[in-house]
Each structure stands twice: as structure tokens, then as C-alpha cells.
């Protein structure tokens, strides 16, 4: 069974910084073959894509409400993806996951871990 367990989040001023990380497990056929994509959900609201990354690593995705902020890399030696966050704004308050999209960036994925909460805070 597949695992991803996120950490980085945190508390921070608006324009502020953060970056997490998603540590991946049990990826059936290696973590080279499958597209991780991070998504969040804030209260009250649906669970939203917020960025992706093909397996090529040569193609992202970004939320509309983040591009130009977020950058997402993945790390296939550490089996590891992260999301730079840059200019953080209150919106982007929420709890933060990462989990497999398949192989290839489909909006979808499973299953999911904890999660990692920011808080962006004036």
C-alpha cells in the first residue's frame, strides 16, 4: 500500500516562504513511474489540485490562483517532491496534501496521508 507522508507547514506572514516536502512509500512500481501532484483543502471547502508534476519532470501543473508562487520538484534519488510556496497570502490557508495522480497528471489521486497544515496569518 502505497504511503505519502508530508511535513513542512507551518505558520507565516503574508509574503512569506515555505517549503514542503512529500515523502513517498510503497509505490508499486517504483516512485520514478508515477505523477505526484499536491493538493489542499481548506475548512470549509472541497479538497482543490494545486500543483503537479509529470514523470518527465518536464511538465507542471499549477492551480490558476497559484502559478507564479508555487514550484513544484520531485527528487526520484529521495523519492521525495516538494513545493517551494512563495508570497504566501491568507487564501492559501489550509491543510496540504501530496499523493500519487497515476502516471500522469489527472486532477485525481489516492490515497491520502495526514497532511501538513500552513496558516498564512497577517
Known amino acids: 500500500q502505497p504511503k505519502f507522508v508530508e511535513s513542512g507547514g507551518g505558520l507565516v506572514q503574508p509574503g512569506g516562504s515555505l517549503r514542503l516536502s512529500c515523502a513517498t512509500f510503497?509505490?508499486?512500481?517504483?516512485?520514478?513511474?508515477?505523477?505526484i501532484g499536491w493538493f489542499r483543502q481548506a475548512p470549509g471547502k472541497e479538497r482543490e489540485g494545486v500543483a503537479c508534476?509529470?514523470?518527465?519532470?518536464?511538465?507542471?501543473h499549477y492551480h490558476d490562483s497559484v502559478k507564479g508562487r508555487f514550484t513544484i520538484s520531485r527528487d526520484n534519488a529521495r523519492q521525495t517532491v516538494y513545493l517551494q510556496m512563495d508570497n504566501l497570502k491568507p487564501e492559501d490557508t489550509a491543510v496540504y496534501f501530496c499523493?500519487?495522480?497515476?502516471?500522469?497528471?489527472?486532477?485525481?489521486?489516492?490515497?491520502w496521508g495526514q497532511g501538513t497544515q500552513v496558516t498564512v496569518y497577517s
Open positions: 499523493t500519487s495522480e497515476g502516471y500522469y497528471c489527472s486532477g485525481y489521486g489516492s490515497p
Open positions: 510503497g509505490l508499486p512500481l517504483g516512485f520514478d513511474y508515477y505523477a
Open positions: 508534476m509529470e514523470i518527465s519532470g518536464d511538465t507542471t
